[in-house]
């Protein structure tokens, strides 16, 4: 519903393959038509020793896949989690419309959990969707602290240090150029500047 992003996805595990010990992977990605496109935001890789532990009967216990970085999406796109490996013998937590609920018994899934399809595919780039039935998990958004920050630019071939005025840095959204604003910087049209920020 807005932009915002993605630091951690959990998922839960019915069952995992120890005997072929495949890598099972997760992977955020970008649809197309509704649909999982090939273009991959970010993947993650877990042996099956990594998830074992995090195995339940009862859908209990989460398996959180923590991205690199907190990923960014758009509210004007749509994104979807893919989960893959070589095994059929490992198993997600799924509801299914008509089914009953687990550990809840007499109680049947009358509605979807959420407003998500889940597709099934046996190559990755082929899709059928089942509506019917969605997986269980649970994402989760960062939130930032805004905090000051202190830059210093050098020129190389002066010993002092360049003194900014307040708020000197201008960025333009959808643009790779970055403006600073630096008085008497000595620097000319031929020479490079680089900035490392972190």
Not at 21 to 32: A, G, Q
Not at 77 to 83: A, G, H, N
Not at 148 to 160: A, D, F, W
Request: hydrophobic content about 35%.
């Amino acid at each position: 519903t807005e932009p915002c992003f993605i630091s951690r996805l959990e998922l839960f595990f019915k069952e995992i393959d120890q005997v072929t010990n495949e890598i099972i992977w997760v992977e955020l990605r970008t649809m197309v038509n509704g649909y999982p496109s090939t273009t991959v935001l970010t993947r993650k890789e877990y042996t099956p020793k990594e998830i074992v532990p995090y195995v339940s009967n009862t859908s209990a216990t989460p398996f959180s896949v923590i991205f690199d970085r907190p990923v960014f999406v758009d509210a004007n796109v749509s994104y979807c989690f893919v989960v893959g490996g070589y095994s059929p013998d490992t198993r997600l937590w799924v509801s299914r419309l008509g089914e009953e609920v687990v550990n809840m018994k007499g109680k049947t899934v009358e509605e979807p959990p959420t407003p998500f399809s889940s597709f099934r595919s046996i190559n990755g780039e082929t899709w059928n969707a089942e509506q019917y039935e969605n997986i269980k998990h649970s994402i989760y958004r960062a939130v930032f602290k805004s905090r000051s920050m202190e830059l210093k630019l050098r020129n190389v071939n002066e010993q002092e240090p360049i003194k900014l005025d307040y708020n000197p840095i201008e960025v333009e959204s959808g643009k790779n150029r970055v403006r600073v604003y630096a008085k008497n910087h000595g620097v000319t049209v031929t020479d490079r500047v680089s900035l490392s920020l972190f």
